[in-house]
């Protein structure tokens, strides 16, 4: 089969790997029908992130199941899945409490087993970590789209906004116009959200923040936009949602969060967990911190049913489309800001 391999910075290659196998009896090998580029991937791709050279690449699988091991009991072949970025057993202490990224058993794509930019995986945990695609909607290339983006960023906007308390009535700013941004936008909206402040430096990206609910845009940069939003909030907002990872956007929430209130934070934190936090503002303002990474296994079953119902679309985060030659282009797109998000159909 052929896959997305990792060479080195800006360098990403299809070649020839390994058939995957069932190796334990708790596998199932899927075959990719559709998968993506993560602004995740970016950090590696850009070489800010230390990554083996020769190592498959991607993290969001979706696809149909060909072969089952001898104790799988949910799944079978012919089955459409969606698989979550993380890989869980469904059976340990942190599983049963909705914390499936934490997984005393389990792992990530592309680090614990194959990379999903490919023609199929062996999915480890088959029963804890797949979700099955009602058959109903298997021939409906719309709703497929639409489903997809639980994998990873539909789902990580939705933790942000769980983190952040975010309910009805609430006034929330959403730092960050990425995909994961986007997504805070949806989640906020389907939460109840009454205001919805998108801060963002991109025209287009900020317009598609609109149509997904935002009542309000901030494009302005560090301390100018800062002084938007508390004008804009009358002295910061309740509900912060930090979907960037950067030093500079997680400062911007420890500014923006009204005291009292919190911030749910699902950004990678590069920047963060080397520069420091401003802790002595979060403590003086009894403000919260929570997130990390998304558990989107957790979540999928009930943002699967808005999706089904029609209420939920994440769909246009992706603003480009590839095949799996196209894989490298989609990477030097993304790098080049010149593409929110790619989808990549097999």
């Known amino acids: 089969m052929r896959a997305a391999i990792f ?3 800006e360098d990403i290659r299809i070649e020839d790997v390994p058939d995957p196998r069932i190796e334990a009896p708790t596998d199932a090998i899927v075959r990719i029908t559709r998968t993506a580029i993560c602004g995740s991937d970016l950090w590696f791709y850009r070489g800010q992130q230390d990554y083996a050279p020769g190592s498959r690449t991607g993290h969001e699988p979706m696809g149909v199941v060909e072969e089952v091991g001898s104790e799988v009991r949910h799944l079978k072949p012919g089955d459409l899945v969606l ?44 029963d804890g970590t797949l979700v099955r695609v009602p058959e109903h909607v298997h021939d409906n290339d719309a709703i497929l789209d639409a489903l ?45 959200a009454e205001r919805i402040i998108a801060v963002g430096h991109h025209a287009d990206r900020l317009e598609k923040a609109r149509a997904f609910g935002a009542t309000d ?25 930090e979907c960037v990872g950067g030093a500079s956007s997680m400062q911007q929430a420890i500014q923006a969060v009204r005291p009292g ?15 420091g936090l401003d ?26 049913a808005d999706v089904l119902e029609g209420t939920l679309d994440p769909s246009p985060v992706f603003d480009m489309r ?5 894989i490298p282009d989609g990477y030097a797109a993304m790098h080049e800001r010149k593409a929110l998000k790619v989808l990549v159909k097999l």
């Open 83 to 126: 698989a979550p970025f993380a890989i869980s057993d469904g059976t340990c202490e942190f599983c049963h409490a909705g914390l499936p990224t934490s997984c005393t058993h389990g792992g990530f794509w592309a680090s614990m087993t194959d990379g999903a930019q490919g023609e199929a995986v062996r999915a480890p945990f088959a």
């Open 7 to 9: 060479h080195g910075a």
């Open 279 to 304: 802790i002595m503002s979060l403590f003086f303002k009894n403000a919260t911190l929570r997130g990390g990474p998304a558990p989107v296994r957790a979540y999928m079953k009930a943002l699967m």
């Open 148 to 192: 997809f983006p639980l994998t990873d960023v539909m789902g990580t906007g939705h933790h942000a906004a769980v983190c952040a308390g975010v309910g009805p009535g609430a006034t929330v700013v959403v730092i960050g116009d990425g995909a994961v941004g986007l997504c805070g936008v949806l989640a906020a909206r389907r939460l109840g």
């Open 322 to 326: 590839v095949d799996l030659d196209g």
């Open 217 to 241: 845009v901030v494009s302005r940069h560090g301390d100018e936009a800062v002084h938007e939003l508390l004008e804009l909030t009358r002295g910061g907002a309740r509900h912060v949602l």
């Open 261 to 275: 209130g919190a911030i749910g934070y699902v950004g990678v934190p590069h920047g963060p967990a080397r520069e």
